[in-house]
Every structure is written in structure tokens, then in C-alpha cells.
């Protein structure tokens, strides 16, 4: 959920998803691919407070793309939760950080079956190592305790139990593992103009275990993402004061923890595959008053710009609010959300290697966050 923009789903009957398996009859059907990746699903983080977050699912083998996901699966549930946060598959399981609505929302992955949720205040980002996952926390109230410094929580994948937490610096957000470390990007995002500018580093390996060895700082503030690319390098992405201090990527190696290189750029998202690291920018002009939207890709090798464009038909013109990209990589699809208003059903989009859409659909409020699911590999004894 982004802070500064963001301040009864009905239940869909199986016979309608059976005749009408795109959710979209006014659109042309998608074609079906074969992929080792048997689905993509979509967390829509809905409105603030309104507890609308919602799921969708695009199916790689028949081409279907069906929203309101989590409830078709669950009928017996109210639904998802508030403000979808975050979204990963660990194993069999896939979690949805709900931040408004405080929990973890645990489902299998397969199916999108409810199996558990964990209770964590304000929650934010998760990642996993070891059998354990790790979520960051606001700690305090859902918005306005600017005393609050932030924490981690470590938490059992078996037994769903929260065995330690770690407190950080304040709003962290995004994780990142890499070579027995975890790292947290500090937002200070309710602390604004004051944001903070850290990376705390917690070991998770050696004794004592899960404590803060290390806090990186940054050129920039408000730091709210941070991922590993396959060289062990973090890029962790500032957003500035959104004002005259604009955004910034920040280069870390993870051997020695050292500032590589920082790219000043306008930037809001990224991910990255392979040897490319495909972003966009949605940043908001002081003197026009209006959003500045770009793309672009870097590579992670020279950790220079290489390119100014993902999409190469002009289907960019129609994208209001980029809100959520995720990569393909398999086959080097792109795929980017879009949020329009913030309040009404956005978009995805689909895009080839190459840039050309290949499709698009309707989806929930905000489509922000993205999982791709592997196919279930059956071994026969």
C-alpha cells in the first residue's frame, strides 16, 4: 500500500466461471500456453479500511483469468481481509500479508484454500529462508505513531507460531534474504519529512541468531524496496521526499555490505529477471502538479540504465496508475497492473518479450502484488 496515495465482495457462482472462464465476455478470449508455470495470481490490495482486498487468478493451460479468486475458493469466508499488502509463495503454501486487517492470511497454494492466519501488527513485507518467514511491522497503530520503531517477526512455517521478533528502525518495509542475512528497508514513512534512510541488516545463521548486526545507510530516504538480484547484490529503491529530493536505486553488495553505486531515477517499482531489472516510475511533479510516468530496464551487471521503454506499441498511454510489474521468467512476459483511481476496478496488462500486450483484464481494486505458481510436479514411485 502506498501511504501517500492510499489513505461485501459478492460471492460469484462455478457455473459462471465454467461459460464465462475469462471473467471479461466483452473481451476476446486469452489463449492458453503451455508453461512450467501453471498460474500467475494477483493480490488487490482493495481501499483503506474498506476490507475489499481481493484475489484473482490467471491460469496458464486454459487461458482463464477468474477475480474474486479467494472467495470462490472460500465460501464459507467473509473474505480476504484489508489492504493486501504483500504477496508469496513458500513451498505448498502461498501468504498474503493483510496489512489493515493485521494477519497473514495462509492459503495453499494450489487451490487458494484458507489453511491458517498469523496475527502481526501492521504488517507490511514477507520473505522466507529456512522453514521460517519473516515480516515486517510497523508495530503501532495502522497510521500515526511516529515513536514507533518498527520490528521483524520470525515465524514457523510448520506450526504458524511467531517464536521472535527484532525491533528495527521506523516503518520497515520490504526483505530481502541473501547469504544468511536479511535485510530491511526503513521507510520512516510516518515520520515524513523525516523519512529514514537505513537498511538494517539481521543475521540468520551463527549465534545468537535474528538480531540486527549492521544498519547500511543510504544516500537517500524513505527507502521502501529492496530485492536480491542472481550476483548478490541488493537494489534498494528510495523514494525520496516527494518533493525536491527525488528517487534513487541504491546498489549493495551483500560480501561486505558496501554502497556499490546509487542510480538517481525516477522509479516507483521494480523486478527483476535475470540479467535485467524492469521498472517503472509514477512519481508526482511539484511544479506541474501532475504524475510523471516512465519505464525502463537496467542491467544488473553494468548497474546502468540500457533502456527507456518495457512496452514498444503504445499500449503505455493507456496505463493511468502503474501500479505492480512482475516479470516472467520463463518466457519474458511482463506483466503491469494498474490502479486507475484507486478506487475502482484497475487492470492488468500482459506483455511480450518483446513489448507487444498480449492481453489485458479487469481486475479488483488496485492490483498491486503478484505470485507466480509452479506446476505441481507428481513424482510416481
Known sequence: MNIKKKITLSMVALAFFACNPNDDPQEP???????EIAGLYVLCEG??????????????????????????KNPAMSGLGD????????????????????????MDAQTAQHIATVEVPNCRSIAFDGGFAYVSSFAGAVYGNTKQKGYVAKIDTVNYQTVKTVEVDYQPEELAVVGGKLYVANSGGYNGPDYSNTVSVINLIGLPDFNVIKTITLPNINITKIRADKNGMLWAMANGNYDDLLPSLTVINSQNDQIVTTLDMNISNFDICGDSLYFYGSVFNMTTYEYEVSYGIVDIN??????????????EAQIVAPYGIIVNPRNGDTFI??????????????FDKSGVKKWERTTGISPAHFAFLEKKIIINN
Not at 478470449?29 to 508453461?35: A, D, F, Y
Not at 481501499?47 to 470462490?72: C, D, I, M
Not at 553494468?302 to 499500449?315: C, E, L, W, Y
Request: glycine share 8%; with cysteine.
Open 29 to 35: 478470449i486469452i489463449t492458453p500456453e503451455q508453461s
Open 47 to 72: 481501499s483503506w479500511h474498506g476490507n475489499n482486498s481481493s484475489l484473482a487468478y490467471f491460469e496458464y493451460e486454459t487461458g482463464n483469468f477468474v477475480n474474486n479468486y479467494f472467495e470462490l
Open 83 to 106: 489492504t493486501g499488502n504483500d504477496l508469496k509463495i513458500y513451498g505448498s503454501k502461498m501468504y498474503a500479508v493483510m496489512n489493515t486487517s493485521n494477519l497473514v492470511e495462509i
Open 302 to 315: 553494468s548497474q546502468q540504465q540500457i533502456a527507456s521503454k518495457i512496452i514498444t506499441d503504445g499500449t
Open 337 to 350: 497492473s494498474d490502479a486507475l483511481d484507486y478506487s475502482a476496478q484497475g487492470k492488468i496488462y500482459c
